[in-house]
């Protein structure tokens, strides 16, 4: 006998809002439907009518995560409509600040999976760990949280004589770190219990669809931005694709944990060879580029390959812009990967893709009487909110009254 198991959009096991519909045959899984949009926050419509610099300042906002990667992607959209081309050394500078940023949130993301499997320790490491390269990005950009330092032609900040040795002390610490973390996961015994052969996603389907980022390269498909597109200082830097072959949880946290060790590198070879000169090319935020021009850019982000698009009015501002993130590709390779497996699994696979979401805007309520299930809307859920504490409020007026 056969039954729907609906998880999300609000559960333990997610850590961001996302709604699946399992069908479930005894503890395994037939089949699954996922149900997104609970984050939409119309942040390509607030891009319409702005300057391309105020752009700048809102792209970021996207992702809390990444913001660094949003915003170098629409610098990159932004030089390609006003045909400018950035400083040497601010390519250095944005190649390190991306590459921190990778560091940082891959170990956020080793901390959640060791928080899904129940090695709660990991979690605290890892986050530990996670705050030093945290602090860094402060240190450079002024800010912890929605962060970045670009702007068109360059960058606004540039790093410190008394920056350097806090980031080479940084990646120093990393690289011992990962030693230890790539032992975890090939010698802990509930990190292999719990992820290896779960979730597991083969190279033909990786590819058919559409996956990308360290969930497409530990299947084995051999596919980065970084390698595709000739921008900042990723040609000339020791940068190598890192794949497996096995498709599992646990090949996409090795993956992690040695993309790690290629952005270390990446981050200290940018500081040994990086050019003095200027940081930008000192435009005027009131400079407009031709109506109608279009432009677009790809970066990989730490899920994968993120997809900006745009253009300018007639007045010079932006007329229209599309993003596409890498976990609106990958989500479907959570449903092929869930298949016969068993539910407790379910946790490890969703976790496995690095899904970042966003903030959420609705609520699927589960009528268990009924057998039915209903989005609800703000509006629905502020009077379902008003109602419940206004007879909440009636019943302890009564108690007390009592």
Request: charged fraction near 30%.
């Amino acid at each position: 006998m056969s039954y729907k198991l609906p998880i999300g959009p609000i559960h333990p096991a997610l850590k961001e809002p996302v709604s699946f519909t399992f069908n479930i045959e005894g503890e395994r899984i037939i089949d699954a439907e996922p149900n997104i949009g609970f984050a939409h926050r119309g942040v390509e419509k607030l891009y319409e009518g702005k300057s391309w610099f105020q752009a700048l300042q809102l792209s970021p906002k996207t992702c809390g995560i990444c913001p660094v990667t949003h915003q170098s992607t629409m610098v990159r959209v932004a030089e390609g409509v006003f045909e400018k081309e950035p400083t040497e050394r601010a390519k250095y500078i944005r190649t390190i600040l991306q590459e921190i940023s990778r560091i940082q949130s891959h170990l956020l993301w080793l901390g959640v999976l060791g928080h899904e499997i129940g090695f709660d320790t990991l979690f605290m490491y890892t986050w530990r760990d996670r705050e030093r390269f945290i602090d860094l990005v402060e240190e450079i950009t002024g800010k912890r949280v929605a962060f970045g330092n670009n702007t068109i032609g360059g960058v606004r900040r540039d790093i410190k004589e008394e920056t350097i040795p806090k980031i080479k002390n940084a990646i120093s610490y990393l690289r011992k770190r990962l030693k230890e973390y790539s032992e975890l996961a090939t010698t802990e015994k509930t990190i292999l219990k719990r992820a290896r052969s779960v979730g597991v996603l083969d190279k033909s389907t990786a590819i058919e669809l559409g996956t990308v980022g360290p969930t497409a390269r530990a299947s084995g498909v051999k596919k980065d931005v970084r390698h595709e597109e000739d921008f900042d200082m990723y040609g000339p830097s020791p940068y190598h694709i890192v794949t497996m072959d096995s498709g599992d949880a646990l090949a996409k946290t090795i993956v992690r944990v040695k993309e790690m060790e290629v952005s270390a590198d990446i981050v200290e070879w940018c500081l040994e060879n990086m050019p003095e000169g200027d940081i930008n090319l000192g435009l005027k935020k009131v400079q407009k580029p031709p109506g109608g021009n279009v432009a677009v850019s790809r970066s990989e982000a730490p899920r994968g390959e993120l997809f900006y698009y745009a253009r300018s009015d007639e007045k010079g501002n932006i007329g229209r812009v599309k993003v596409r993130t890498p976990t609106l590709a990958n989500i479907l390779s959570i449903l092929d990967m869930v298949k016969g497996g068993f539910v407790a699994d379910i946790p490890v696979v969703v976790a496995s893709i690095d899904p970042c979401i966003g903030c959420m805007d609705r609520v699927l309520i589960v009528d268990e009487t009924k057998n039915e299930t209903k989005v609800m809307k703000h509006e629905e859920l502020l009077h379902y909110a008003q109602k419940w504490f206004k007879n909440h409020e009636e019943i302890v007026d009564n108690r007390v009254r009592r």
